[in-house]
C-alpha cells in the first residue's frame, strides 16, 4: 500500500520527478528562447487594464503578499486575485515548469527567488518587463536585487524583497566565555575554536553543506566563480575569493568546529534556542524566522554586521530573495504588471515591512522610520541600520547561472562530500564546477572553465 | 504515519479480549486451545512491541500540549510548561481563515468518494469473479495479482501525464479516481466471497425466481459484511494517508487533504520570512489520525473475522 512505503523513498522519487519535469521543462523552453522583443504596454494600457479589471492568478509563499493582495483588491474591486502557494522555493518552480511545457494552469504572476531567476529568463518562460517601462525603476531598488532581475540585457522581474547579509550572534554564549564578536572572518575561525574548547557542546555556527550559503560567502569575498553571457557561461572555482572561502572554511571543517545539523531542521531551530549554535551569518530576512521559530531565545541574539575578509573592509553579499515575474504563458501581462508595480514599488512596499518583510527598494530602506524601529527580540537593537549599510555595500559583479537550481541540487553529491569526509573543500568546488559544466553543456550552453 | 501502528494496536486488543475469559477459566484449571500456557518470554515480546507501537502516539499527544517555546527546550517524552492543548486545538482550527477545517473536508470527501468507492468496486468484482465462471477469467487474476505487486507509487507519474492530458489535473477527480482501484481490495473480495457465499445458497435463491441484483443485494452482501469492512478499512487508510498522489496532482491548496495541508504547514519553517508554526503542526497531526483510530476502534470486530476468513479450511 501506498501509506507503507517510507518518507525517504517518497521524497526520492518526488526529487527523481522533479529533476525529470525541469530537463523537460528546461530543454522546451530552451528552444523558444532567443527572439521575442518585450512587448511594448504603456503607463495608460496599465491603467486601462486596471480599470477594466480581472482574474489574476499568483504563485507566491511569501506569507506577507496575502495583506498586500486585500488591499490591492479592495483598491480595485474590478480585480480578483487568487493567491496560490504552490509550493516553497523548488516545489514551486517544478510546479511552474511543469504548468509551462503542459501549456495550461501557468498563473500571471510568480515569485521566484534571485538564483533561480536567469534559469526562467534564459529560457523566456517569464516575460521582458522593459516594455512595461521597468527600466525607470533603476533607482527605485538598491543595487543588489536590481542587478539581480536583470538577465539577457533584459528585466525579467521586480524586486520583492532582499537578504543583504548579516552576523546573527547569541550574546549570553559570547559574553559567557568572553568571546568578542568577530569581525573578520579570521577572528571567526578563532572564536570558533575558543568557544568549542571552552564547551565542546557549542559550535560557532552549523553547516553541513549549504550552496545558497557557499556562493554568497564567495561573492563576499569579492569572488566571481560565473560568468555568463547570453548562452555563453563560464564556471570556474579558482579565482581569489573562492580560494579565500575554500581556505578559511576548510580550518572550520578540519577542526570540527561547525556543528553538523542542517539549516531549517528541527535540530536547527533547537540549537538557535538553547545556544549551541552561537552565530548565524544570513540575510536579514531571519528576524521574522527567529520571532517565531526561535521563541525561546527572544532577548539573547543580537544582529552585527557581516565579518569581513579584509580588516576594516565593509564588503557584504546577498542571501536569498525573490522578485515577482510574470511568465510568459500569461495573457494578463498589463494587469499583471499592475499588481508587480503595486506590491514591490507601490503601497505594498510597506505593508509588506509592516508584515516583517525585508524591503528592496531604496525609499524604504533609506526612511527614518524603517531604520529607527527597534526589534523587541534583539533587545531593543535597531538592526535595520546594519541590515540597511550591508545592502549598500553588495559587492558587485556577481552573477548565478542559468542552470543554478540544478547546480544547487547537486551541491551535496559534490561539495557536500568535504563536509563528511577528507575531500578537501578545493577538490569538492572543483568536482561541482565539472558537474556544471557537463550539465550546462548537455543543455546546449556553450561552458567552459 | 499512523498506518503501521494501527494494525498493531488492534492486534493487541484482541489479545487482550482472548486473556480475560481465558484467566477466568483457569481456575476451573482447564487447559486447552481456549487457554494456552502463559508464556513469559512471549508476554514481554509483546510488551516490547506494544511499547514500540505506542510511544510515537503518546508522544505526539504530550507535545500537542506544549507551546511552541516549550517544544525545543523540555524532555521530549513527558508534559511540560503550560497544558496547551486546547489553545493548540483552537489556534490549529483557526489558523489562515480555518484551512485546516477545509483540508479535513477535503480528505473527507476523497475518503467517502475514493476509499467508499474503491469498496463498491471491490465487492462487484471480487463477487462476479467468485461466483461466476467465464472466459477469460484466468487473465483477470493474472492482471490482478499483477497489479497488487505494483506500488501506487510508480504509477503516480504516468497517471499525472494523463490527467494532464484530460484537463483533470488540480481537481479533486486527480485524487478521487485514481482512488477508485483497489487490486488487493479485489483480490481480497474475491477470496472472501468465494468462502462465505455458499454456491448452494445462489442455486435456490435463483430456483426461487430472485433475480441476480436481488441476489446480490438481499443474499449475498449480509454475507460478505466482514470482507466489506475490511476492504474498506484498508482503502480508508490508505486514502486518508495518501501523500504522493495529492502532492503531484494539486497545487491548489484549497483542495490539500491533511497530508499535504501539514506538510505545507511544516515546510512554512524552512521559508524565509515565513511563520513557524511547529506546535500547530503536531496538534494538527494528532487530530488528523483520531478519526482513523475512531473507525478501527468501531469496526475492528468485523476487521478480525475479516482477517480470518478462509484461515481454517473446512
Redesign the interface.
Known amino acids: 500500500?501506498?501509506?507503507?512505503?517510507s518518507p525517504a523513498?517518497?521524497r526520492g522519487?518526488?526529487l527523481a520527478?522533479a529533476a525529470a519535469l525541469a530537463l523537460t521543462a528546461c530543454g522546451g523552453g530552451g528552444n523558444d528562447a532567443g527572439g521575442a522583443a518585450p512587448a511594448e504596454v504603456s503607463a495608460d494600457d496599465v491603467q486601462a487594464a486596471l480599470d477594466k479589471g480581472g482574474d489574476l492568478t499568483v504563485w507566491a509563499?511569501?506569507?506577507?503578499l496575502e495583506k498586500v493582495v486585500e488591499d490591492f483588491e479592495a483598491e480595485h474591486p474590478n480585480v480578483n486575485i487568487d493567491l496560490?502557494?504552490?509550493?516553497?522555493?523548488n516545489?514551486q518552480y517544478t510546479?511552474l515548469q511543469n504548468?509551462i511545457a503542459?501549456g495550461?494552469?501557468v498563473p500571471d504572476v510568480a515569485q521566484v527567488e534571485y538564483y533561480a531567476l536567469p534559469q526562467f529568463a534564459l529560457a523566456e518562460s517569464v516575460q521582458d518587463l522593459s516594455g512595461y517601462g521597468a527600466g525607470d525603476l533603476q533607482d527605485t531598488f538598491s543595487p543588489g536585487p536590481w542587478s539581480s532581475v536583470q538577465a539577457n540585457e533584459g528585466i525579467y522581474g521586480l524586486p520583492m524583497?532582499s537578504?543583504p547579509m548579516a552576523l546573527f550572534y547569541n550574546t549570553e554564549v559570547f559574553e559567557k566565555y568572553g568571546v568578542e564578536v568577530p569581525t573578520t572572518w579570521e577572528e571567526y575561525v578563532e572564536a570558533a575554536r575558543t568557544l568549542h574548547e571552552a564547551d565542546p557542546n557549542v559550535y560557532i555556527a552549523n553547516d553541513t553543506g549549504d550552496a545558497g550559503f557557499a556562493t554568497s560567502l564567495i561573492w563576499q569575498a569579492g569572488g566571481q566563480p560565473y560568468t555568463v553571457d547570453g548562452t555563453d557561461v563560464k564556471v570556474n572555482f579558482s579565482d581569489e575569493g573562492s580560494t579565500r572561502f575554500a581556505e578559511t572554511w576548510q580550518q572550520l571543517l578540519d577542526e570540527d568546529l561547525l556543528a553538523p545539523i542542517s539549516?531549517?531542521s528541527?535540530e536547527w531551530?533547537?540549537g538557535l534556542?538553547?545556544g549551541t549554535i552561537a552565530t548565524l551569518a544570513t540575510?536579514a530576512?531571519?528576524p521574522?524566522?527567529f520571532t517565531?521559530?526561535?521563541?525561546?531565545a527572544a532577548g539573547k541574539w543580537r544582529a552585527a554586521p557581516l565579518p569581513q575578509w579584509e580588516e576594516g573592509g565593509t564588503a557584504s553579499a546577498e542571501n536569498?530573495?525573490s522578485s515577482l515575474t510574470i511568465p510568459a504563458a500569461s495573457e494578463q501581462g498589463a494587469l499583471a504588471y499592475a499588481f508587480l508595480d503595486y506590491a514591490n514599488v507601490g503601497d505594498g512596499v510597506q505593508t509588506r515591512i509592516d508584515g516583517?518583510?525585508?524591503p528592496a527598494t531604496s525609499a524604504a530602506l533609506e526612511s527614518e522610520e524603517f531604520l529607527n524601529s527597534e526589534f523587541e527580540y534583539f533587545g531593543g537593537q535597531k538592526a535595520n541600520e546594519i541590515f540597511a549599510e550591508s545592502a549598500q555595500n553588495v559587492s558587485e559583479g556577481w552573477s548565478y547561472l542559468p542552470f543554478q537550481v540544478y547546480a544547487n541540487s547537486i551541491f551535496n553529491d559534490t561539495v557536500g562530500q568535504a563536509y563528511v569526509s577528507d575531500t578537501p573543500l578545493k577538490d569538492g568546488l572543483k568536482s561541482w564546477q565539472d558537474a556544471s559544466i557537463k550539465y550546462g553543456t548537455e543543455q546546449g550552453f556553450t561552458v567552459s572553465e | 504515519m499512523s498506518v503501521a501502528v494501527e494494525p498493531t494496536r488492534t492486534d493487541k486488543h484482541r489479545t487482550r479480549q482472548r486473556t480475560k475469559p481465558g484467566y477466568v477459566r483457569m481456575k476451573s484449571t482447564r487447559r486447552g486451545v481456549d487457554n494456552p500456557k502463559r508464556s513469559v518470554l512471549l508476554t514481554v515480546l509483546t510488551g516490547i512491541v506494544l511499547i514500540y507501537s505506542l510511544i510515537p502516539l503518546v508522544w505526539l499527544f504530550i507535545n500537542a500540549s506544549k507551546t511552541q517555546a516549550d517544544l525545543f527546550t523540555s524532555f521530549g517524552l513527558w508534559f511540560s510548561g503550560d497544558f496547551a492543548l486546547f489553545g493548540n486545538i483552537g489556534d490549529t482550527l483557526a489558523y489562515d481563515d480555518g484551512i485546516f477545517g477545509r483540508w479535513f473536508l477535503n480528505t473527507v470527501l476523497y475518503v467517502v468518494l475514493g476509499a467508499g468507492g474503491a469498496t463498491f468496486l471491490a465487492v462487484l468484482g471480487g463477487y462476479a469473479l467468485a461466483k461466476f465462471s467465464f472466459p477469460g477469467k484466468k487473465a483477470v487474476f493474472a492482471v490482478v495479482i499483477g497489479a497488487v505487486a505494483v506500488p501506487g507509487t510508480a504509477l503516480a507519474v504516468p497517471t499525472f501525464l494523463m490527467f494532464s492530458e484530460m484537463g483533470l489535473t488540480n481537481t479533486p477527480w486527480s485524487v478521487i479516481i485514481p482512488s477508485l482501484i483497489s487490486p488487493f481490495g479485489l483480490y481480497l473480495m474475491w477470496t472472501f466471497a468465494s468462502e462465505a457465499i455458499p454456491t448452494e445458497l445462489l442455486e435456490s435463491a435463483r430456483m426461487d425466481g430472485a433475480g441476480e441484483f436481488r441476489t446480490f443485494f438481499q443474499i449475498c452482501l449480509p454475507l460478505l459484511g466482514p470482507g466489506i469492512v475490511t476492504v474498506l478499512l484498508f482503502t480508508m487508510v490508505a486514502t486518508w494517508n495518501n501523500y504522493f498522489l495529492p502532492l503531484i496532482m494539486l497545487k491548489d491548496p484549497a483542495w490539500y487533504p491533511l497530508t499535504l495541508g501539514l506538510n505545507a504547514w511544516n515546510a512554512q519553517a524552512s521559508t524565509a520570512g515565513g511563520e513557524a508554526i511547529f506546535n500547530l503542526v503536531i496538534t494538527g497531526s494528532l487530530l488528523t489520525i483520531l478519526p482513523l483510530i475512531a473507525a478501527f476502534l468501531l469496526l475492528q470486530r468485523y476487521w478480525q473475522s475479516g482477517l480470518s476468513a478462509g484461515a481454517v479450511k473446512e
Not at chain 1, 496560490?84 to 522555493?89: M, P, Q, W, Y
Not at chain 1, 517565531?292 to 525561546?296: E, L, M
Open positions: 500500500m501506498k501509506s507503507k512505503i523513498v517518497l522519487s518526488a520527478l509563499w511569501e506569507p506577507t496560490v502557494n504552490a509550493g516553497t522555493g516545489d510546479a504548468a503542459a495550461s494552469g524583497d537578504g539549516s531549517w528541527d531551530y533547537q534556542g538553547t540575510g530576512w531571519m521574522g524566522n517565531s521559530g526561535v521563541p525561546a536569498g530573495g516583517g518583510a525585508f
